[in-house]
Nanobody, 119 residues
């Protein structure tokens, strides 16, 4: 089992910045990917960014150039620096860890942190 705890959400004006953090605990030795997803009201949960152990992020097109994801393997943490925020970035942001056991992957999720972009 892996436990994920997010922090850093809140209310920000359009054009502003926020930094999200997520720390993993428990059976962290087999974590392959860590990243962020988001879910806006009435919509499905979508990928924001995912980061391998080599710290090579993959971003959704909607956040490229504005968001930066990074990972600290030693601290079992993943971060999301969000700049130039837009109202459409408003969502609950979930930390994700994908654990590899043999040839199978298992997803773990944090409880989510709300990001509201509004003037």
């Amino acid at each position: 089992q892996v436990q994920l705890v997010e922090s850093g959400g809140g209310l920000v004006q359009p054009g502003g910045s926020l930094r999200l953090s997520c720390v993993a605990s428990g059976n962290v030795s087999n974590i392959h990917l860590m990243g962020w997803y988001r879910q806006a009201p009435g919509k499905q949960r979508d990928l924001v960014a995912t980061v391998s152990g080599g710290n090579s992020p993959i971003y959704s097109d909607s956040v490229k150039g504005r968001f930066t994801a990074s990972r600290d393997v030693g601290k079992n943490a993943v971060y999301l620096q969000m700049n130039s925020l837009k109202p459409e970035d408003t969502a609950v942001y979930y930390c994700n860890a994908m654990v590899l056991v043999g040839f199978s992957g298992y997803d773990y999720w944090g409880k989510g942190t709300l990001v509201t972009v509004s003037s």
